[in-house]
C-alpha cells in the first residue's frame, strides 16, 4: 500500500477490513443479487401463462383442432376458478395490495375465457356448424352469471338470436 493512500485511510479512520470480512461482504452481496434474481413476480407469470394458452387457443382454432381449442380455454377458466378461490380465501388476511393484484389477474382470466368462448360460437357459426354454435352461445349465458361478466352473457344471448336467422330451429311437430 502506498504511503499516500495508508495516510488517508489512517485520518479518516479508514482502517482496511481483513481479507475474510470483505469476501464475507462480496460473497453476501452477490448472494442477495442471486436470490433477488430468483424471486419470481408469480402475478406476471400467472398473466405471461393466460397469454400463453390464448395464443395457444386461436392457434388450434386456427388449424381446425378443436378440441385442443377448448382445452385451453378450459385451463384458463381454471386458472380464474383457481385465482378466485385465492382471493376468497385472502381478503382477510393479507395486504389489498396482494389480493387486488390477485383479483385483477382473475378478473382477466375470466373474460379472456369468456372471450375465446365467444370467439369459437363465432368459429362453428361459420364453419355453419350450428348446433356447437348454439351451444357454445348457451354455455357462455349459463356459466358466466356474475354481474360483471353481463356483456358476455348478452353477447352470446345476440349470437344465438342471429343463429335462429341463419339456421332457424327445427319446427317442433304439432299433435293433432
Not at 448472494?31 to 394458452?53: F, G, N, P
Not at 356447437?132 to 352473457?153: F, K, L
Request: proline residues 5%; glycine residues 2%.
Amino acid at each position: 500500500m502506498s504511503i499516500r493512500l495508508a495516510a488517508w485511510m489512517k485520518e479518516y479512520d479508514m482502517t482496511p477490513l481483513p481479507r475474510r470480512t470483505a469476501w464475507t461482504i462480496v460473497l453476501v452481496l452477490l448472494s442477495s443479487l442471486w436470490l433477488s434474481h430468483c424471486a419470481h413476480d408469480t402475478y406476471q407469470e400467472r398473466a405471461d401463462l393466460i397469454k400463453d394458452h390464448t395464443e395457444a387457443f386461436y392457434n388450434h382454432l386456427k388449424a381446425n383442432r378443436i378440441e385442443a381449442a377448448i382445452r385451453e380455454n378450459e385451463q384458463i377458466e381454471a386458472m380464474a376458478s383457481r385465482m378466485g378461490e385465492t382471493v376468497r380465501k385472502q381478503a382477510a388476511k393479507q395486504g389489498t395490495t396482494h389480493v387486488e393484484r390477485e383479483f385483477a389477474l382473475m378478473k382477466t382470466a375470466s373474460e379472456t375465457a369468456a372471450t375465446n368462448w365467444l370467439a369459437l360460437g363465432q368459429y362453428f357459426a361459420i364453419k355453419k356448424q350450428y348446433p356447437q354454435a348454439r351451444a357454445t352461445y348457451q354455455r357462455i349465458i349459463d356459466t358466466y352469471t356474475n354481474p360483471t361478466d353481463r356483456p358476455y352473457r348478452e353477447q352470446a344471448a345476440r349470437a344465438l338470436a342471429d343463429l335462429d336467422i341463419l339456421n332457424p330451429p327445427a319446427a317442433s311437430p304439432v299433435n293433432p
